[in-house]
Nanobody
Framework: QVQLVESGGGLVQPGGSLRLSCAAS????????MRWYRQASGKEREWVAS????????NYADSVKGRFTISKDNAANRVYLQMNSLKPEDTAVYFCYANRLWPKVEQYWGQGTQVTVSS
């Protein structure tokens, strides 16, 4: 079964950095894209960053652009989110997402990892 497992969350002070990791396993084909989402307490889940598996093109939400960097290691079946200059408003549960388009559309979610930015 396809599984996505996030790690690397924790407590960090404002201005600090964390690197999240998402390990994928149990799949037969390469994912087409992987994304990071986050959901703060009491808020809707929001998209944070995306990367295509084949081409490596990236996109970011305006709220994190310039501070966060998404990257991947295809050989290790991992995607990362480097988070710098963290702000209290970045506090949320961060979720890893992956999809593939062929032979049919399939989407997968991790269970999430908590990131808390507080002094």
């Amino acid at each position: 079964q396809v599984q996505l497992v996030e790690s690397g969350g924790g407590l960090v002070q404002p201005g600090g950095s964390l690197r999240l990791s998402c390990a994928a396993s149990g799949f037969a084909f390469r994912f087409d894209a992987m994304r990071w989402y986050r959901q703060a307490s009491g808020k809707e889940r929001e998209w944070v960053a995306s990367i295509t598996t084949a081409g490596g093109s990236t996109n970011y939400a305006d709220s994190v652009k310039g501070r966060f960097t998404i990257s991947k290691d295809n050989a290790a079946n991992r995607v990362y989110l480097q988070m710098n200059s963290l702000k209290p408003e970045d506090t949320a549960v961060y979720f890893c997402y992956a999809n593939r388009l062929w032979p049919k559309v399939e989407q997968y979610w991790g269970q999430g990892t908590q990131v808390t930015v507080s002094s």
